[in-house]
Nanobody
Framework: QLQLVESGGGLVQPGGSLRLSCAAA????????VAWFRQAPGKEREGVSC????????NYADSVKGRFTISRDNAKNTVYLQMNSLKPEDTAVYYC???????????WGQGTQVTVSS
């Protein structure tokens, strides 16, 4: 069983940066693909970025491409989301996800609030 705990959210001005962390416990994170999702008030949860087990393939939503970077440190069992040039529309609760196809598994963190406002 994998437990995920996000941290690093907060209030930031437009144009600022934040780095979210997702610390895993209970199992080795390198067995899983990882992803970040977000959910703004009144909207559905949407995918932001994802990375394969070795992070040799990463993908980004068009809305964050060029501004956000996903990375992982398997030695620390942690996934990161570096967010630069933040915009008010990036305001949301951000969730960490770890998943595998075989055996099937899907884990979520509790979320961390990111608010971009002046």
């Amino acid at each position: 069983q994998l437990q995920l705990v996000e941290s690093g959210g907060g209030l930031v001005q437009p144009g600022g940066s934040l780095r979210l962390s997702c610390a895993a416990a209970g199992s080795s994170l390198d067995r899983y693909a990882v992803a970040w999702f977000r959910q703004a008030p009144g909207k559905e949860r949407e995918g932001v970025s994802c990375a394969t087990t070795r992070s040799d393939v990463t993908n980004y939503a068009d809305s964050v491409k060029g501004r956000f970077t996903i990375s992982r440190d398997n030695a620390k069992n942690t996934v990161y989301l570096q967010m630069n040039s933040l915009k008010p529309e990036d305001t949301a609760v951000y969730y960490c996800n770890a998943n595998s196809a075989y055996p099937w598994a899907n884990y979520w963190g509790q979320g961390t609030q990111v608010t971009v406002s002046s």
